[in-house]
């Protein structure tokens, strides 16, 4: 059983929908990363949460330590928003990463 | 502030050839980490170096190494290289106090023939 769940592993929306996806974990962390990467391969850290709840714009990130799981939620999701979204429990600086999340949103 | 960069950007080298990859951290941070990227395997942690110092390993064969600089910049070199070695290789920086987010940068693309 992989260390970091995913899913689901494919999402397609249409513009303007609300998205969810999950992370379950299963390994001690610090902090866990959510992480959006483009198809030309750049990644940029969305966020880092170590308990409850960030918002930035549009996106909303969650995580339950007791639980180990975390969840990335897209308000209004727009064809920009298509990408894989990676999931990265981490302890100190060492990243576990999930499998990700492939999300295409069509107009 | 300038990003993260990393030279070259893409690179073709035949089998047992070795290879020196360079990462260029965020002015100020002095933890640069470098992952593997493969279409089977995901992404995968190399090795995170603090302060000139090797902090965290990854599962990764000794054929992989890597050093910092005290400017911080690092380099990670793969000695012997294999088909299997084919991937893009990113490095992240961050200030290095373990709680915080990491800056990612470009990326390597190494294709190995």
């Known amino acids: 059983k992989n260390e970091v769940e995913q899913s689901p592993q494919n999402l397609t929306a249409q513009e303007g929908e609300f998205i969810t996806i999950n992370c379950s974990y299963s390994?001690?962390?610090?902090?866990l990363h959510w992480l959006q990467q483009h198809p030309g391969g750049g990644i940029v850290s969305l966020f880092m949460?170590?308990?409850g709840k960030k918002k930035h714009g549009r996106l909303i990130a969650t995580i339950n330590i007791q639980e180990k799981h975390s969840s990335l939620h897209i308000t209004a999701s727009h064809p920009r928003d298509s990408a894989v979204y990676i999931c990265?429990?981490?302890?100190?600086?060492?990243?576990?990463f999930g499998t990700g999340t492939r999300l295409q949103v069509f107009p | 502030k300038a990003g993260v960069t990393q030279t070259p950007r893409y690179l073709i080298k035949t089998r047992g050839q070795q290879v020196t990859l360079s990462c260029s951290p965020i002015?100020?941070?002095?933890?640069v980490s470098w992952y593997q990227q493969t279409p089977g395997q995901g992404l995968q942690f190399l090795f995170e170096?603090?302060?000139?110092?090797?902090?965290n390993k990854g599962n990764f064969p000794g054929r992989f190494s890597g050093r910092q600089f005290s400017n911080s910049r690092s380099e990670m070199n793969v000695s012997t290289l294999e088909l299997g070695d084919s991937a893009l290789y990113l490095c992240?920086?961050?200030?290095?106090?373990?709680?915080?987010?990491?800056?990612f940068g470009p990326g390597t693309r190494l294709l190995v023939l």
């Open positions: 170096y603090f302060s000139e110092t090797q902090r």
């Open positions: 990265a429990p981490s302890n100190t600086d060492k990243l576990i």
């Open positions: 992240a920086s961050s200030l290095g106090s373990g709680l915080e987010t990491q800056y």
């Open positions: 002015s100020g941070h002095r933890s």
């Open positions: 390994v001690g962390i610090s902090a």
């Open positions: 949460l170590s308990s």
